[in-house]
């Protein structure tokens, strides 16, 4: 390297302070001009935080940041934007109701009324779309595209006011390994081009396969920014976690019992009323973890919804040890002993504005020991969530904290905590671990292997096959809204799951 490059981002002794809290600590953060710079930390380590001084949504207790070298005051959104920031979130922020293109000019000055504004705005968004390769339909509804696809308009819609730095807040947390490799091609096309790009991940892989720098964080504290080259995955784990951490799970044979869980070849239809689960058939038995691979959408989030009373069952049956309970109501079935981690768990999950405490107890507030006599029992309901944050390692440790202010990981603590000490015979495990460090991910696999072992049954989805094949003991493929095959844990390989889910040649057809 002979000429310094421009130094597009410079963050010196960032502090963020909430209340007492420091989630920001001294934080130093240097990123050059068409870098891809990782920012990697546990859960709550404050990499968000950090993101959100840099785009002027907090502001900083101390410190300065540097735009192309030059100090900037970035007291709000829009000054971050003039300054060529843009971000994508860690939640999306679009309208379902409306276009790929209506979204993108929203909130946009109009100068020539609404329609003009449109047609400019299409051609313009056709424009960065093809430079860039993030293929989308400017008309489309945002409500009928896939989350990848959002995810692009997100991106288009920061390019599109003319973002030179692209914060990327975990955007891989919510997509599947196709839509993955795409966004990686992408952000080496933005970086290409001279877009500097810092992104959020827990993925090593991740980190590893685009990223040039990463920045790792502890704790509030800036641990070290690395070169990703002289680096390996283990090492940046452990840099991160402050401890070794072991990525195999831990198994001993399985003793498998009674039948849990009977799905007798139910069918159920999507929104679009197209059928999403078509005669599927499936048994799960307790000591168990059985394991759905597959490609998004092939009727997993249907199938969960409806064997959890959310979507009605069109025909077919489904038994818990033996007792009918298709279509019943999601809460007679959660008293006939079924738990699940939703797959939509900012959704489904979590009331933001109650305490970490009331959220624990969702959904028992009323039975002992948390009420007796028609009372709450404070004392009781502490202990038990004061439990659930240790064993969880939920941070920051104190139940009063509102649920939306915690981070995105430790949200998804919270519910796991909640729906997994139900101690449930069956339970729905739907992306456990997506939005989680390493460290919780093994806390989260060591769990559902404690619950097998236990002579519970555990259904375990998710579109990481790595973990599907780590963590089952049986892994049943789905495909077309079949299960098409099940094969043992022990005779599968990334390869024979790939045909599979496959469907023996056919792909999964996105427009
Ligand atoms: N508005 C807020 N009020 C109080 N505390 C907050 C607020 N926002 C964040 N925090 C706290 O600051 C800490 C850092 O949160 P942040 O969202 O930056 O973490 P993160 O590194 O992005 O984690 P994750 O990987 O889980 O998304 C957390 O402990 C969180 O609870
Ligand atoms: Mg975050």
Known sequence: MNKPKTKAVEMRNITKKFGDFTANDSIDLTVHKGEIHALLGENGAGKSTLMNVLYGLYTPTFGDIYINEDKVNITNPNIAIEKGIGMVHQHFMLVETFSVVE?????????????????????????????????????????????????????????????????????????TPQEIEELMSIMRNLAEQGKTIIIITHKLKEIKAAADYCTIIRRGKKIDTVKVDDVTEEQLAEMMVGREVSFAVEKNPMETGDKILEIQDIVARDNRNLKAVDGLSLEVYSGEILGIAGIDGNGQSELIEAITGLRPIESGKVLIKGKDITNNTPFDIINSGMSTIPEDRQRRGLVLDFTISENMIL??????????????????????????????????????????????????????????????????????????????????????????????????????????????????VIYGGKIVDIIDAKDATENRLGLLMAGGGATDEEK
């Open 363 to 476: 959904e028992n507030y009323y039975k002992e020991p948390f009420s007796s006599r028609g009372r709450l029992n404070h004392k009781n309901i502490e202990k038990f969530t004061d439990d659930l944050i240790e064993k969880f390692d939920v941070r920051p440790r104190n139940s009063s904290y509102l649920a939306g202010e915690l981070s995105g990981g430790n949200q998804q603590k919270v519910i796991i905590a909640r729906e997994i000490t139900n101690d449930p015979d069956i339970l729905i495990a739907a992306q456990p671990t997506r939005g989680l460090d390493v460290g919780a991910i093994e806390y989260v696999h060591r769990y559902l292997v404690k619950q097998r072992d236990s002579g519970k049954a555990v259904l375990l989805i998710s579109f990481e096959l790595d973990e599907i094949m780590n963590v089952s003991d049986r892994i049943a």
């Open 103 to 175: 979204n993108i000019i929203l909130g946009m000055e109009t100068t020539k009324g609404i329609v003009l504004d449109i047609n400019r705005a299409r051609e313009k968004v056709k424009e960065i779309s093809e430079s860039y390769g993030l293929y989308v339909d400017p008309d489309a509804l945002i409500q009928d595209i896939s989350v990848g696809m959002q995810q692009r308009v997100e991106i288009l819609k920061a390019l599109y006011r003319g973002a030179d730095i692209l914060i990327l807040d975990e955007p891989t947390a919510v997509l």
